[in-house]
């Protein structure tokens, strides 16, 4: 492979740790020495801002709004996830051989030889450390994974060409988890396209992935091969979530674990994390499973996953914590303090007590809803002329265009067992395994899967049809006759989203204002 202009050529720099001097493939990568230096560089993606800028046109301050998705924090989570992903990445390097090698053709060879003889992944010998290097990311939704992700991926230049051996090594490769949650044919899919877009002179896709007859076993081949042969650093699999298991019922006999109790994911491995893990031990390329509090269940409940996934300086991530006073600033007033001077509002007001606790109450320190209600009131203000935040304009954006988040958010801010279990996504991980959790998850799966055409009552009588456009807002009503049962059935589109409500309405009137079955609803 030659160089290319969309790569980095590779300088070297010596390392002061023994095991890290003389390997081209570390001594290519920033050390970053410094906190201040590394702080830096993950917020050099942010917005430029200006004072000046409060006086362009209304249009194009609305464009500047617009730049906030970019905005970005180096909080002490942030950089704590960078250290840790970086240390990672160095010790996975250690004793990796580059193209061209002796050692790269002999394992190039026997990875070809098992797939031309069709055996399995695990057949490949393993490196042990890639085992020890595993490790997982959880937190809620919209805590700021994959923003940190993104940042800390820029930390490095996406491709580095090392012109002695030719390679063209990949720091990080991050992609998302296929949404199918079971199929290795789509993950190796999945990881054969990131390098594709990373290297588009490789033309893998139009190699690896026209042959849509390979099975799963050939493609998974064909993408670790490539992994190898761009010398792979991490392996960052986002939305890891999306793992599918099958359920376990318990021996007859046997009382139901406290995972099969809560309804929620048992503790078995998944074909992904196994093939995942497969891949990171016989390669020697550390994994990074990254996901929301539901990755919790998938690897919680055996010791395996649950040691590779703790440790190396990595914490579970909630939303923002918060000191409630802005001159003694956490995690949350830190962030909304640097979000604050992005108002490109001509009459900018003072970031106080009373603005941070307004903000926490609404978002719950939300990273993600924190920016975009800040950018959204500019938006409001700017479209009604207005030249200034206020109180009720931020409640008033609230009110309007975040209606979807209000009700996990509440259920956040109470901290309702009832209400977060259906938020699993967010819930808290020492509220998951409580008692008071595992009740209110059975409540719901009974609510969810009673049967009302087993209570013989019928409804008195057909309601009138009313117009489509007003089905999200109103109430599905319980004809008089009706059991306690059918209403439990009924009440669950109370907990639906906006979209789902038209179409669960429509079902319950067709049927004289109750569902016939469970799989209505």
């Known amino acids: 492979m030659t160089s290319s202009e969309r790569f980095a050529a590779a300088t070297y720099k010596s390392h002061a740790v023994d095991a890290y001097k003389n390997n081209p493939l570390i001594e290519a990568l920033e050390q970053f020495e410094t906190d ?6 993950l917020e050099r993606t942010n917005p430029r801002f200006d004072e000046q800028q409060r006086e362009f046109p209304k249009t194009t301050r609305l464009q500047l709004i617009s730049g906030l998705s970019r905005f970005a924090v180096a909080l002490p989570r942030t950089q704590e996830l960078a250290r840790a992903l970086i240390n990672l990445l160095m010790e996975g390097y250690v004793g990796r051989s580059v193209p061209e090698s002796k050692e790269f053709r002999t394992q190039t060879q026997e990875i070809f030889e098992n797939q031309k003889q069709k055996q399995p992944l695990e057949s490949l ?3 042990t450390i ?12 919209g805590s700021g994974k994959s923003t940190a992700l993104r940042l800390i991926s820029q ?15 990949i720091p990080f490769l991050i992609f998302d988890l296929p949404h199918d949650g079971r199929s ?29 007859r390979k099975n799963a076993n050939d493609r998974i081949y064909d993408a670790i091969r490539l992994v190898r042969f761009h010398c792979v650093g991490l392996l960052i699999v986002d939305e ?13 006999g046997r009382k139901a674990s406290p995972h099969e109790d809560t309804g929620l994911s048992p503790s078995i491995e998944t074909p992904l994390i196994s093939q995942l893990i497969t891949t990171s031990n016989r390669l020697g390329v550390p994994l990074v499973l990254v996901g929301t509090n539901e990755l919790h269940d998938v690897i919680s409940g055996r010791f395996s996953q649950s040691r590779r996934a703790c440790g190396h300086g990595i914490e579970r991530w909630g939303f923002l914590k918060r000191s409630g006073d802005v001159r003694k600033p956490d995690e949350f007033e830190a962030l909304v303090r640097k979000l604050w001077r992005y108002q490109w509002l001509r009459e900018p007001v003072k970031f106080s007590d009373a603005w941070s606790n307004l903000f926490f109450e609404l978002t719950q320190g939300n990273p993600d809803i924190i920016v975009k209600l800040f950018a959204s009131a500019q ?51 020492n509220l998951r395994t409580g008692p008071g959790f595992a009740e209110a998850a059975k409540k719901l799966n ?6 009302p055409s087993l209570t013989g009552a019928q409804p008195s009588a057909p309601r009138a049809k009313r117009p489509r456009s007003t089905a999200v807002e109103q109430t599905p009503t319980v004809p008089d006759g009706a059991s306690t049962k059918r209403k439990k059935v009924v009440n669950l589109a109370d907990a639906l989203s906006a979209g789902q409500k038209a179409d669960v309405e429509k079902r319950l009137r067709k049927s004289g204002g109750l569902a016939s079955s469970h799989e209505e609803i």
Do not use: C, M, W
């Open 379 to 429: 938006r409001r203000a700017l479209n009604s002329n207005l030249e200034g935040l206020t109180e009720e304009l931020i409640r008033e954006t609230f009110a309007a265009e975040f209606n979807s988040v209000h009700r996990p958010l509440q259920a956040v801010s109470t901290q309702n067992a009832e209400e977060l279990v259906q938020f699993i996504d967010i819930a808290p991980a």
């Open 130 to 141: 890639g085992a020890e290097l595993s490790t997982a990311l959880i937190g809620a939704s």
């Open 240 to 252: 890891s979530q999306n793992q599918k298991v099958v359920a376990k019922k318990p021996a007859r």
């Open 36 to 41: 201040e230096l590394l702080a830096q560089y």
């Open 155 to 169: 930390l490095y230049a996406p491709v580095y060409y090392h012109e002695e051996s030719g390679a063209a090594q």
């Open 446 to 451: 009974v609510e969810k899967y009673e049967n």
């Open 125 to 127: 010998k393993a490196r």
């Open 184 to 212: 290795i044919h789509s993950l190796a899919t999945a990881i054969i396209e990131e390098i594709d877009r990373l290297v588009p002179s490789g033309r893998y896709a139009e190699i690896y992935l026209s042959r849509t």
